[in-house]
């Protein structure tokens, strides 16, 4: 933040030191509070508990300004107020508090019935329909791998619906997942016709349903000329960047300066969101603060006035607009950074509290949707931090001694994960130690990067040449930036698991109020420190090899690799892997905890990134026999990434079908299907892989092992009437527990024990309640990585039971 910190020097009128410690204008701080709250409650709890609140909203208003003055309490309170003007002004904050409340709670009312009764909201889930669409922002990739995405989550707004016969015209948001082949290159604003399977939607943030398809678009409108010369350039800054730069730099670079992540590798995804640094892959608040710092710094060495900055920081932040696509996301990034540069640039807290909050109540009452919205809370809290707490942290660092760039950079960091840690720990189970270090260390990268990137960008737009020598010089920060992610990733704890949702919110401002109260005292400091050491030295050791695990006895583990499968069986004194989950290295990294150190052969069910993404990483980081595959080569991408990582480690590919007999030590690996023939054209591949997963029962000495990969209905149908044993001990559920699975196969196998392979908060649904409800019913015991980790299944003298990762506990017993 040395920017900021110039700032506040050289610019004339930004105010002095003793302006950052009067007192906080918080009046417009109960009505930002008030409208958020009031439009959670009529989104999450529905529209008739929205109307009641609403009602309350309005007699709470009426009271503040009846009670001061006609009760007796009332008069007994205002006269602890103070001053006849002190009196009107507590009662006009909370009036209008109340009031405006009101007003977002019927707001929020009207929005959630008009969700209930939209023409989707009643369909049974895989109803066949037709919708006509705006699309709102850019296609999300939902799984990725060095060769690219899958699928894409695309977010629309309704505007026909065609069920059977009947038209329809509707609004209301929709969610979209499609493959990434012919939607990935979509814009914000085009218009698309498309047919597919509807279901509910997973999150109560006003969507009215989720709509499934695997085709392209039976049509799509023009964009705007808005959006494709936006689209051309982030295209143009792109290509700069693949051209100047390695791959991993490449990819970041569009993600940091437009929030482009559509070449992002999925190793380094995983390492900035383990690091704590996933935020910087999007655009935020520090891109605009920053853009707009420089532009500032160039106005006054040019001796302009603060007019003039203002007019041309205004110009610059509507073209960074443009360039990152003016989607919801991106004008809440401007708004909330511009407030932040505020608060850096004049030191006036008291301005800026009231703009914060004034945003809040603008972009909630614009868009309601935000109110559930993660990143807006996060950008939010982020920002409030900036404003109440730099400054001081910043004035007390100073006082100790610390230069004031690198107080001002300990105070930034620090702040934003206090005030962001209660959120993340709700959103994702998940708190990083690593992120205050890391963030810190990463500060002096970030600014030359932003600077340098958005001049490419511009330089790119104009001629693509200068843009690939400008990204040239982005190079060395870029290097910095993915070392301390890489190495900051690899840390014993560097995420710790923690209760999700409302508890794990909780416990984050506990904790923070716990760390905050012991930090104001020398003497607990002191014993704090001792106490962290303590535990470092007790845990590190534990987290790189937890007690207990893996656990006596184990036969099978599902790797916790987020959203795919990566599951591994003892085979004597080596193990055999089935699929090795998405790009990054959670594989390599179970691998390690179970303390393989040669693997007999990896099995990859089928092509897709979600199974074989991390083969690089698992070839390289262990001594493998060969790699086996089904018959089918499809996706070619897929097959292509195999034969790559196989080549690079001179392991040997070989075939498996249906009627191999596999030994690999004391297991037996009998090869049951795919029984439906492969595709001829290359095209149906991607659509089909699923079906031709490799179906494997694994006999061993605790029983058998069904693993089906990602198949569905089609092949598990013939597969159970094709009369082969399918009576298993241990099922790896199908696909994830989609709802794909048919309650016939499930009955056919009656499984003891059932893992879940699943990714956390995943967009798909997965596992579908009527597959674990089905589960349950059979008196499976079933059990989800999403949940608990790595799991795994032992077998002892009294039968199997299911053991999560460092809990010697079993948590589920089949007998």
């Not at 002004?89 to 707001?107: D, L, N, R, V, Y």
């Not at 006596?552 to 599902?558: E, F, H, Q, Y």
């Not at 790699?627 to 097959?639: E, S, T």
Request: proline share 7%.
């Amino acid at each position: 933040m040395t920017m900021a910190t110039a700032l506040q020097r050289w610019w004339q009128g930004a105010g002095s030191r003793g302006a950052q410690h009067r007192r906080i204008d918080l009046r417009l701080l109960g009505s930002a509070v008030s409208c958020w709250a009031a439009t959670i409650i009529p989104i999450m709890a529905g529209w008739r508990v929205g109307a009641a609140l609403a009602a309350t909203g309005a007699v709470v208003a009426g009271a503040a300004l009846w009670l001061p003055a006609r009760t007796r309490v009332g008069r007994a309170l205002a006269l602890r107020a103070g001053s006849a003007d002190r009196r009107r002004e507590i009662a006009g904050a909370c009036a209008a508090a109340a009031a405006i409340g009101c007003c977002f709670a019927t707001s929020a009312s009207v929005h959630a019935y008009s969700t209930a009764l939209s023409p989707l909201a009643g369909l049974a889930e895989g109803r066949s329909v037709a919708v006509t669409a705006a699309l709102t922002a850019d296609p999300q990739p939902l799984a990725s791998s060095g060769f690219g995405p899958d699928r894409v989550l695309v977010r629309a707004t309704l505007r026909e619906v065609r069920i059977g016969r009947d038209r329809i015209v509707t609004g209301g948001a929709i969610v979209i997942l499609a493959p990434a082949q012919h939607w990935s290159g979509l814009l914000p604003g085009q218009r698309v016709k498309v047919r597919g399977e509807v279901s509910p939607p997973t999150r109560h943030d006003l969507t009215v349903a989720v709509l499934r398809t695997n085709s392209a678009p039976i049509s799509v409108s023009a964009p705007s000329t808005l959006q494709a010369v936006a689209g051309t350039v982030r295209a143009r800054f792109a290509d700069a960047a693949a051209r100047a730069l390695p791959d991993d730099a490449a990819g970041l670079l569009p993600a940091l300066v437009v929030g482009d992540t559509s070449r992002l590798p999925q190793s380094v995804r995983s390492d900035f969101t383990t690091a704590g640094l996933a935020h910087l892959t999007a655009v935020s608040g520090t891109n605009v603060s920053i853009l707009l710092g420089a532009v500032l710094l160039m106005v006054r060495a040019a001796a302009l006035g603060p007019r003039a900055g203002a007019a041309v920081g205004a110009l610059v932040l509507a073209l960074f607009v443009v360039l990152a696509r003016p989607s919801p996301s991106v004008l809440r990034a401007a708004a909330m950074g511009a407030i932040g540069l505020l608060a850096l640039l004049t030191g006036r807290r008291k301005q800026a509290m009231p703009a914060l909050a004034a945003a809040v109540i603008v972009l909630i009452g614009l868009r309601p949707n935000l109110a559930v919205d993660f990143g807006f809370a996060l950008s939010v809290a982020a920002t409030a931090a900036l404003i109440v707490l730099v400054p001081g942290w910043t004035d007390r660092l100073c006082a100790r001694g610390v230069p004031l760039p690198l107080a001002q950079a300990i105070a930034v960091a620090t702040a934003a994960f206090v005030a962001t840690a209660p959120i993340v720990a709700a959103m994702s189970g998940t708190v990083s130690p690593v992120a205050i270090a890391a963030n810190l260390l990463v500060s002096v990268s970030v600014l030359p990067i932003t600077v340098l990137g958005a001049l490419a960008a511009a330089g790119a737009a104009i001629w693509l040449p200068l843009g690939v020598l400008v990204a040239h010089t982005a190079g060395p920060p870029l290097w910095w930036l993915l070392l301390v992610a890489r190495l900051a990733a690899r840390m014993p704890g560097a995420t710790l698991p923690v209760p999700g949702g409302l508890v794990g919110a909780v416990l984050g401002i506990v904790g923070v109020v716990a760390v905050a109260a012991i930090l104001r005292s020398r003497g607990a400091r002191a014993v704090m420190g001792a106490v962290l050491v303590g535990a470092a030295v007790v845990l590190v050791p534990l987290r790189m090899h937890p007690l207990g695990w893996p656990p006596p006895g184990w036969i099978v583990v599902a790797c916790d690799v987020g959203q795919g499968d990566g599951l591994v069986l003892r085979a004597g004194g080596s193990v055999v892997v089935v699929d090795v989950g998405p790009a990054g290295h959670a594989m390599a990294q179970c691998l390690n905890r179970l303390r393989v150190r040669r693997i007999e052969l990896v099995v990859l069910s089928h092509l897709h990134a979600d199974h074989i993404g991390a083969i690089a990483d698992v070839l390289h980081a262990k001594p493998v026999a060969a790699v086996a595959i089904g018959p089918m080569r499809y996706p070619a991408d897929g097959f292509a990434a195999v034969q790559a990582a196989a080549s690079a480690s001179g392991t040997p590919i070989v075939e498996l079908t249906a009627g191999d007999h596999v030994p690999a030590g004391n297991l037996v690996l009998r090869v049951l299907g795919p029984m439906l023939p492969a595709p001829a054209d290359p095209g149906d591949g991607d659509e089909a892989a699923n079906n031709q997963s490799l179906v494997l029962a694994v006999d061993g000495p605790a029983g058998r092992i069904l693993l089906p990969g990602d198949a569905e209905t089609a092949a598990l149908d013939a597969l159970r009437r094709s009369g082969v044993e399918l009576r298993a001990d241990v099922l790896k559920v199908p696909h994830h527990g989609s709802r794909t699975t048919p309650a016939t196969f499930l009955d056919a196998v009656r499984p003891r024990i059932g893992l879940v392979s699943v990714g956390a908060d995943n967009t798909f649904g997965h596992p579908a309640p009527s597959i674990v409800d089905r589960l349950h019913a059979t008196g499976t015991v079933v059990a989800r990585t999403d949940r608990s980790g790595d799991i795994a299944v032992v077998a002892d003298r009294r039968g199997l039971s299911v053991v999560a990762r460092g809990d010697p506990v079993a948590v589920g017993s089949s007998d």
